[in-house]
């Protein structure tokens, strides 16, 4: 998924950040979104699960991110 797709009709507009990111960027979030959807409809994986794995992802990904 590129980013510019993805934020198309966005009311808010980008300050441009994650487009100069480039295609390693789009990459690694193509492969976080395919690990999610196949954690997600995977046969063990319950409807209540979905948020406090989402907030788990979420609270990983920031602490990597952290500067």
Known sequence: MQYCQYNEG???ESEGYVEVM???FDKAID???NAWNQWKN????EPEDLGPA???IL???KSILRF
Do not use: C, H, R
């Not at 995977?42 to 994986?45: I, N, S, Y």
């Open 54 to 56: 989402q907030a788990d």
């Open 59 to 61: 609270a990983y990904i």
């Open 10 to 12: 966005e009311v808010n």
């Open 42 to 45: 995977g046969p063990a994986t």
């Open 22 to 24: 480039g295609p390693d």
């Open 31 to 33: 492969l976080l979104s």
